[in-house]
T-cell receptor, first 111, second 111 residues
Framework: DAKTTQPNSMESNEEEPVHLPCNHSTISGTDYIHWYRQLPSQGPEYVIHGLTSNVNNRMASLAIAEDRKSSTLILHRATLRDAAVYYCILRDYGGAQKLVFGQGTRLTINP | NAGVTQTPKFRVLKTGQSMTLLCAQDMNHEYMYWYRQDPGMGLRLIHYSVGEGTTAKGEVPDGYNVSRLKKQNFLLGLESAAPSQTSVYFC??????????FGAGTRLSVL
């Protein structure tokens, strides 16, 4: 499975945008980029995923570099509820149907 | 609609005891997964299943067995519990492997 690299922790202020980076230099052509987040004492929840083009949904935006070796999860206006661990995961749609989580980025939101 | 239900929520075992964790989903999902999460760490995939009657090994399968006799249930067994298996166990299910729905977790302590 291709690996991802994320900062261990980040901090931001409430109502400001947050940009969470992810490096995946060994990504293959069939790897989709998935983001999940885990709120305190809960199981992870799906945030967004994409292949090549930037993606938007009600929770966040995903910006994918042209060479696909990095991506950025964007929370447009962070709230205290967005404090969580964010996981960037590569999933090979041509291979086994599994998601392998890394260490993630712990996001702290200051009031 | 209960989603993904894990039983039990908490358990304390002595070294060498056995137990079975039950995961039940009511969304008619094909894929089911068992992860473990150690304190301050990301999730690690133990075993997974892509359909009734099938199972496959994940990243850390040693010391665990699984069964998927019914589509809605995925059982995780510990034959002889060890302190190293103290962790929070999460079950997840998915229709296509894209959107994973996680349960609330089972906290297991092995003394």
């Amino acid at each position: 499975d291709a690996k991802t690299t994320q900062p261990n922790s980040m901090e931001s202020n409430e109502e400001e945008p947050v940009h969470l980076p992810c490096n995946h230099s060994t990504i293959s052509g069939t790897d989709y980029i998935h983001w999940y987040r885990q709120l305190p004492s809960q199981g992870p929840e799906y945030v967004i995923h994409g292949l090549t083009s930037n993606v938007n949904n009600r929770m966040a935006s995903l910006a994918i570099a042209e060479d696909r070796k990095s991506s950025t999860l964007i929370l447009h206006r962070a709230t205290l509820r967005d404090a969580a661990v964010y996981y960037c995961i590569l999933r090979d749609y041509g291979g086994a149907q599994k998601l392998v989580f890394g260490q993630g980025t712990r996001l702290t939101i200051n009031p | 609609n209960a989603g993904v239900t894990q039983t039990p929520k908490f358990r304390v075992l002595k070294t060498g005891q056995s137990m079975t964790l039950l995961c039940a989903q009511d969304m008619n999902h094909e894929y089911m997964y068992w992860y473990r999460q150690d304190p301050g760490m990301g999730l690690r995939l133990i075993h997974y299943s892509v359909g009734e009657g099938t199972t496959a090994k994940g990243e850390v399968p040693d010391g665990y067995n699984v069964s998927r006799l019914k589509k809605q249930n995925f059982l995780l067994g510990l034959e002889s519990a060890a302190p190293s298996q103290t962790s929070v166990y999460f079950c997840a299910s998915s229709y296509s492997g894209t959107y994973l729905y996680f349960g609330a977790g089972t906290r297991l302590s092995v003394l």
